[in-house]
């Protein structure tokens, strides 16, 4: 099936600094990527979907200034947290979808910790 | 808004007992209910899914009923394997295909 690599699998920073995290769809073009965030025990929580070539839409309540996203091929998109802080520690998760949007093709997340 | 409800874990089980994950849903219209799974280290997965009431997804010997009346999907299988360890997420997805998960209930299986 179809392959969707998230790196990296686990990041630790300072408070203060940016992390970027890339989501690549392996064997397929991925015309919209999603992005979660999980936090301990709660749901799996949409941020944004991005579409290739255009700008994120963002959820309510979601920073977009906080939360970059670029999606600027049809293979890769990069989610950068911008000035982290610890309450931005969290598992982050991204998706993709092909031309179809029949099926989600899930990365295996990431897991941020800001000291 | 739409939303699901699932059983919070850990379920801790010896091998080849019988596993049931409750989740319930609230959702206006007809949504379509999945059940995800996630592997240490890998990605979710769609384990089944089910599309109209009275459906039965199945899959890997897990299977699960849409049951409007009751607004649930639990997931069941009659004999877990260690290899069943996993996250399992319950979601809904109605008029956009886009989802909406549980918060996951975490199976431990025990040899």
């Known amino acids: 099936g179809a392959v969707v690599s998230q790196h990296p699998s686990r990041v630790i920073c300072k408070s203060g600094t940016s992390v970027k995290i890339e989501c690549r769809s392996l064997d397929f073009q991925a015309t919209t990527m999603f992005w979660y965030r999980q936090f301990p025990k709660q749901s799996l929580m949409l941020m944004a979907t991005?579409?290739?070539?255009?700008?994120?839409?963002?959820e309510q309540g979601v920073e977009k200034d906080k939360f970059l996203i670029n999606h600027a091929s049809l293979t890769l998109s990069t989610l950068t947290v911008t000035s982290a802080h610890p309450e931005d520690s969290s598992f982050y998760i991204c998706?993709?979808?092909?031309?179809?949007?029949?099926?989600?093709?899930f990365g295996s997340g990431t897991q941020l910790s800001v000291l | 808004g739409d939303s699901v409800t699932q059983m919070e874990g850990p379920v801790t089980l010896s091998e080849e007992a019988f596993l049931t994950i409750n989740c319930t849903y609230t959702a206006t219209g007809y949504p379509s209910l999945f059940w995800y799974v996630q592997y240490p280290g890998e990605g979710l997965q769609l384990l089944l899914k089910a599309t109209k009431a009275d459906d039965k997804g199945s899959n890997k010997g897990f299977e699960a009923t849409y049951r409007k009346e009751t607004t649930s999907f639990h997931l069941e299988k009659g004999s877990v394997q260690v290899s069943d360890s996993a996250v399992y997420f319950c979601a809904l997805s109605g008029g956009s295909y886009i989802p909406t998960f549980g918060r996951g209930t975490s199976l431990i299986v025990h040899p």
């Open positions: 991005s579409n290739e070539g255009s700008k994120a839409t963002y």
């Open positions: 998706s993709a979808s092909g031309i179809s949007n029949e099926k989600l093709f």
